[in-house]
């Protein structure tokens, strides 16, 4: 199957800093990408759909200046999370598809945990 | 609004013995249904999905489930399972907004 791979696996942020998540389609071109966060224990709640060369579109309750997507191309999209504090603290998972996911596969990160200090 | 439902939070069964997770959805028009696998820390695989076609739906590592319209349900079975099947389970459906929307998950836990 296609291969999606995130970046970095783990990140220790201070509390007030930015931090970065890159998700890239390793050997596909990824139409749409999504982007999750999981708690502990809880199920994976979808936080953004992002299409390559558009604005990605939140989900209610997702602050979209607090997490900032960009999908520049059609391998890479990245998720900024603006001025961490410790609720930010999560498992962050993008999935990305080639098509239309009723037709198509969706394929998923091995997932990024960060924890803010 | 799409939702899954996974009654059983944590499951425990030996090795050897057969498996049935339950999954329960609600769509309103013809479900894609999804069965994923997560391991500690790690991403999700796909087992099994169903689109249309037949309701006995195989998929990797053993694991197969079955489409039931009437009953809204699609539990994941395995036969006999193994050790390396511990792991934690999520149903999930989708329809034409290519959004899926997951199940809280049941964690399977392996005696030996």
């Known amino acids: 199957g296609a291969v999606v791979s995130q970046h970095p696996s783990r990140v220790i942020c201070k509390s007030g800093t930015s931090v970065k998540i890159e998700c890239r389609s390793l050997?596909?071109?990824?139409?749409?990408m999504f982007w999750y966060r999981q708690f502990p224990k809880k199920s994976l709640m979808l936080m953004a759909t992002?299409?390559?060369?558009?604005?990605?579109?939140?989900e209610q309750g997702v602050e979209k200046d607090k997490f900032l997507i960009n999908h520049a191309s059609l391998t890479l999209s990245t998720l900024t999370v603006t001025s961490a504090h410790p609720e930010d603290s999560s498992f962050y998972i993008c999935?990305?598809?080639?098509?239309?996911?009723?037709?198509?596969?969706?394929?998923f990160g091995e997932g990024s945990r960060l924890t803010v200090l | 609004a799409q939702s899954v439902t996974q009654p059983d939070i944590h499951i425990t069964v030996s090795e050897g013995a057969s498996l049935e997770l339950r999954c329960n959805y609600s769509?309103?028009?013809?479900?894609?249904l999804f069965w994923y696998v997560q391991s500690p820390g790690q991403g999700l695989q796909l087992l099994l999905k169903?689109?249309?076609?037949?309701?006995l739906v195989q998929g990797i590592k053993g694991f197969e489930a079955e489409f039931k319209r009437s009953q809204s349900s699609f539990n994941l079975r395995k036969p006999s399972v193994h050790w390396s099947d511990a792991a934690e389970y999520f149903c999930?459906?989708?329809?034409?907004?290519?959004?899926?929307?997951f199940g809280t998950g049941t964690r399977l836990q392996v005696t030996l």
């Open positions: 999935s990305a598809t080639q098509g239309n996911i009723n037709t198509g596969e969706l394929f």
């Open positions: 050997d596909f071109q990824a139409t749409t």
């Open positions: 992002s299409n390559e060369g558009s604005k990605a579109t939140y």
């Open positions: 769509y309103g028009a013809t479900p894609y």
């Open positions: 169903y689109f249309s076609g037949d309701t």
């Open positions: 999930a459906v989708t329809g034409t907004a290519s959004k899926l929307t």
